[in-house]
């Protein structure tokens, strides 16, 4: 495995330098040791992969997502915090979080310079993929909708009720849950929040009456913080779960990719969904 950074034909150009030779290996003529000098950096280049910081893989997420990534007790901790070290590790790399707002991390990684790689419940969309590259999945979840049970919206009446004049929808801005409530309830409110404990504790004091976010975190948050809120609504859309890339950075997705199958194979994946979910 090949790092930009790590220059791996650096020491080779100083001692045929110093050596006052044409190339890295004797007995070969000037212009033969060159051009196999020049076609085999033109591969080594091919498989290069461009990293933030030498040694690490940098990561961007949004903890504020449980349980695919959150912070408890000053650490962070979830499903892709887990994934994420795993994955580097598998790459011979030490793990780097940086913490941003979802709605910033794609724009981050396609201007560069803050991150190798976005792990934050990304959904593989094909509007997202025009500005970056996806690596495999490795999550598939659904859309939720919760209410507060006292809000006299229930499971028989939700798609009429929330579909209404004067309903107000929280939601994750730049998400697929902001995404459907758009599309699936037209005549809502949909209301913008940076995370989804905001979206809940909207609801929660009346400035919402609605959450619409992916199907696991709406559970975990029910089932942590708001035991009050109850589920009204379920969608099985399918979402695949997927890290993202710049896209002039491939041999970065192809690398991860291969680490997310030997995860698979020798059943991280599994553990960490079993821990998780």
Known sequence: MKFKKLAAFAACGV???SLGLAGCSGGASSSSSSSSASSSSAAEEATEVTLLNDGQLTIITSP????????????????EIDLAKAVAEQ????????????????????????????????????????????TESYYIDDQ???VMQNSGITEENAATALNAAGMIIAVQTGTTGEAYVQENFPNATVQGYGNSTDCFAAMQSGQANAVCTNLAVVQRMIDTAYGDAQ???EYATG????????????ELTKQIN?????????GTIEELTNKWF
């Open 64 to 79: 504020d997502y449980p349980p695919f990534e959150n912070i408890e007790n000053g650490e962070l901790e979830g499903f």
């Open 91 to 134: 790459m011979g790399l030490e793990p780097n979080f940086v913490q941003m707002q979802f709605d910033t991390i794609i724009p981050a990684i396609t201007a560069g310079g803050q991150g190798d790689v976005g792990m934050s419940g990304f959904s593989v969309d094909p509007d997202r993929a025009k500005e970056i590259d996806f």
């Open 258 to 266: 291969e680490a997310l199958k030997a995860l698979e194979e020798n």
């Open 239 to 250: 979402e695949e779960y997927a890290a993202v890339v710049a896209q002039d950075n491939p």
């Open 144 to 146: 939720a909708v919760a």
């Open 231 to 233: 589920i009204v609504l």
């Open 15 to 17: 001692l045929a330098a």
